[in-house]
Antibody, heavy 120, light 110 residues
Framework: QVQLQESGPGLVKPSQTLSLTCTVSGGSISSGGYYWSWIRQHPGKGLEWIGYIYYSGGTYYNASLKSRVTISVDTSKNHFSLKLSSVTAADTAVYYC????????????WGQGTLVTVSS | QSALTQPRSVSGSPGQSVTISCTGTSSDVGGYNFVSWYQQYPDKAPKLMIYDVTKRPSGVPDRFSGSKSGNTASLTISGLQAEDEADYYCCSYAGSYTSVFGGGTKLTVL
């Protein structure tokens, strides 16, 4: 059973960069056919897809966040990461990592989520 | 890339059936057979309930079913149970390696 676990600071100051890592266990991130994703949920709101990465490094982002988002992968550590720059209070959210079973918007495995608050 | 449109809330009594709609465009829901549905309890991660419009992952009760007509997808829950009370989200592949979620629907079991 694949498991995902987010980690990173729970508090980030405005204008700084939010950095999170998703560690994958129970399976290799290098297994072909799966797309690894970041998704966020503002407090009391709906889900927002942030972006995908493939194990080979190909990245694809939500157009509304593209200018500030970088997703990277480290296959040797079996994890992938999210960086969101120039954050504001509007970036306060629970951030989830998830696995899509083949670029089909079918997120079958999720991390438990981590709350990131942007505040000075 | 606008969010898919879902009703904010639906309700039903135990044993009844409820249907949640998810409306998009020909660029997402209508353009691909890659629509999924998620169940989310408070402070929990979403759980995949339906993918590829109609398929159920192993372990999901067959009371949950999905369908699609044109630009609108639907999730139907039959034989409603108290434990089905949760938030439900649809999601669709939207082309160019992107996905988009719906705004979510709160299901209340009366």
């Amino acid at each position: 059973q694949v498991q995902l676990q987010e980690s990173g600071p729970g508090l980030v100051k405005p204008s700084q960069t939010l950095s999170l890592t998703c560690t994958v266990s129970g399976g290799s991130i290098s297994s072909g056919g799966y797309y690894w994703s970041w998704i966020r949920q503002h407090p009391g709101k709906g889900l927002e897809w942030i972006g995908y990465i493939y194990y080979s490094g190909g990245t694809y982002y939500n157009a509304s966040l593209k200018s500030r988002v970088t997703i990277s992968v480290d296959t040797s550590k079996n994890h992938f990461s999210l960086k969101l720059s120039s954050v504001t209070a509007a970036d306060t959210a629970v951030y989830y990592c998830a696995r899509d079973r083949g670029l089909r918007a079918a997120f079958e495995f999720w991390g438990q989520g981590t709350l990131v608050t942007v505040s000075s | 890339q606008s969010a898919l449109t879902q009703p904010r809330s639906v309700s039903g009594s135990p044993g009844q059936s409820v249907t949640i709609s998810c409306t998009g465009t020909s660029s997402d829901v209508g353009g691909y057979n890659f629509v999924s549905w998620y169940q989310q309890y408070p402070d929990k991660a979403p759980k995949l309930m339906i993918y590829d419009v109609t398929k159920r992952p192993s372990g999901v009760p067959d009371r949950f079913s999905g369908s699609k007509s044109g630009n609108t997808a639907s999730l139907t829950i039959s034989g409603l149970q108290a434990e089905d009370e949760a938030d439900y989200y649809c999601c669709s592949y939207a082309g160019s390696y992107t996905s988009v979620f719906g705004g979510g629907t709160k299901l209340t079991v009366l």
